[in-house]
């Protein structure tokens, strides 16, 4: 067979070849090069040589002559970390903050108690610290012990969103909360009665799978739904339904089905996501050049120099947004027709009144449900026009009298807190491990 030396000669040497040095041995380590090269001259009746030659012209193979060949330790999965919903984290945000009303210091092991017992987290402590940490709280030192403090920045917001919406109650505005939400086809309530006694089981047949999806967008006051707002339409299911909305979607509901039906000089509250925040014009960047920057400059009224380098021009155009703040186009649109926009505080989904409105919304669906998408659309207006002016005033009223109670929390607890602070840590892990 050395003389031969064809393609399906050398294809079988360097197959075999594969195979015992792959092998093991009694469990133990993989065969050696060396060895692999000798079992496979016998096997294939051909001398050592030839198959060394026939391998290293294999490209595939060159690796396994120049080093041994080792088993590949499995890696550790990461553990998974336990999530909760939005209303289970404005649970979480508000365990930490009445610890300071209580005149407590919270930490992460008196946390973590009060949120199994309030609501049966089954995470863990580590899941519950990166949840903290997503929510806006970071660790700070009194008298070297570590508490839990929410970040500077969404204090402020808070603050500030509070203060505008104080404002709106005493000029007694018209509220206008909009939102998006979305009920799948297979869409069911999580329990139900069975009977127990039976041998076969009994209860509802849910379909396996989420189904097709509908995506709802309306907005709603004190006096009910908003009268002709409501856009329902399909999506594909294919993740998370803030995937399926588009700022041209909302932007032209917003235009043709929102403003032509709400009283004139509204307030209109909204969250902010990515459709409702849409700029009127994007600043510069690092990958614009140094001409496009200057002329940028040069029509806000700034002066750059001529002999400014691009990071400098740069850092005009930031000190220039963060003076000026953002536009949006929804802000401008509204502007334009009388009303005023005020954005949601981040994590503080509670403080939008329409959230429970979805709950009542989805609750009438969930026990009504055929799992046809043709019935779907139909339940879905019939679920709305359940909600009555009633559940929408105490909608409301719940969500303005979390406001006014958070608005006086935070003076009590910038004073308590002030009172106890003695140094600030960022919460870098070394931080967070030793908590």
Not at 273 to 284: F, G, L, M, Q, T
Not at 292 to 315: F, R, S, Y
Not at 382 to 409: C, G, I, Y
Request: charge should be positive; proline fraction near 3%.
């Amino acid at each position: 067979m050395d003389g031969q030396n064809t393609p399906r000669d050398r294809e079988r040497i360097y197959s075999v070849f594969k195979y015992f040095s792959a092998e093991k041995e009694n469990g133990g380590p993989l065969v050696d090069v060396s060895k692999a090269s000798i079992r496979t001259a016998d096997a294939t009746n051909v001398s050592i040589s030839t198959v060394e030659r026939v391998c290293r012209e294999a490209r595939d193979t060159m690796e396994v002559f120049r080093k041994p060949v080792f088993e590949e330790k499995k890696r550790k999965r990461s553990k998974t970390v336990t999530g909760l919903d939005d209303f289970d984290k404005v649970v979480l945000r508000r365990k930490i903050l009445q610890s300071y009303e209580r005149k407590e210091l919270p930490t992460i092991e008196k946390v973590l108690h009060e949120m199994k017992e309030n609501i049966g987290f089954k995470g863990s402590r580590e899941s519950l610290r990166k949840i903290m940490r997503e929510i806006g709280f970071r660790y700070a030192k009194v008298n070297v012990r570590r508490f839990l403090m929410e970040r500077h920045d969404v204090q402020c917001t808070r603050a500030r969103f509070l203060e505008k919406m104080h404002r709106v109650r005493e000029r007694v505005q018209t509220v206008i909360y909009l939102d998006e939400t979305w009920v799948n086809q297979n869409y069911s309530v999580g329990k139900c009665r069975i009977n127990s006694k039976s041998e076969r089981a009994t209860g509802m047949k849910v379909p396996t799978g989420k189904g097709s999806r509908l995506i709802i967008l309306h907005a709603g006051s004190k006096e009910g739904f908003v009268p002709d707002a409501q856009l329902v339409f399909s999506a594909k299911n294919d993740g998370d339904y803030h995937h399926q909305m588009n700022h041209v979607v909302f932007e032209e509901w917003f235009s043709n089905q929102l403003l032509p039906n709400i009283p004139s000089s509204s307030v209109i509250v909204m969250d902010n996501a990515p459709y409702h925040s849409r700029r009127v014009e994007n600043p510069p960047t690092t990958s614009s050049n140094k001409a496009t920057i200057k002329e940028w400059l040069v029509k806000k009224g700034l002066e750059p120099k001529d002999n400014m380098l691009k990071c400098h021009l740069l850092e005009m155009v930031q000190q220039y947004s963060r003076n000026i703040g953002n536009i949006y186009v929804i802000d401008k649109i509204a502007e334009e027709n009388g009303h005023k926009v005020i954005r949601l505080t981040p994590y503080h989904c509670h403080y939008n009144p329409i959230e429970l409105i979805w709950g009542q919304v989805k609750n009438y669906i969930s026990k009504r449900n055929n799992f046809k998408m043709a019935d779907l659309k139909l339940l879905v207006n019939e679920a709305m026009a359940s909600v009555t002016t009633e559940n929408w005033a105490n909608a409301v009223n719940h969500a303005e009298r979390l406001q006014a109670e958070d608005a006086k929390n935070d003076v009590y607890i910038d004073k308590f807190v002030d009172s106890f602070i003695t140094t600030l840590e960022s919460s870098d892990s070394s931080d967070e491990e030793s908590l």
